[in-house]
């Protein structure tokens, strides 16, 4: 849906996540999960890095990286944010909740987006 999660919302479709689905995302990635992570100052190194804040807007506000561009977890699948996010650039997420970074990451390479991290 155009509007990502708050549209598939809207037009009346459950949200409620179903455990199997992320333990699948997780079992997909939980040889190269841990690899995934990186520390700040190696994402610098990486070539067209791009930091993604998926943290609350308030939490956002009050303390982000910098350049860190950021986006609501509802509008996470929404066309004009995948349009944002170029395929050629490293994808760094951050998240405060390890494990919703890690499912963020997962679908993001599903979709077939090559280099995506999580921030440690």
Known sequence: MRD????????????????????????????????LCIYEKDARKLKNCTFVDFRDKAVY??????????????????????????KSNSLIIIHDNQAVAGVIAATLKLMDYPDVYILR
């Open 4 to 35: 990502g999660i708050n549209g598939w919302k809207s037009a009346g479709y459950p949200v409620v996540g179903d455990v199997k689905l992320l333990n699948n995302l997780v079992d997909l990635n939980k040889n190269d999960f841990k690899a």
């Open 61 to 86: 506000d009050r303390a982000h990286i910098k350049g860190a561009n950021h986006v609501d977890y509802a509008d996470m699948f929404s066309k004009p944010m995948m349009e944002e996010l170029n």
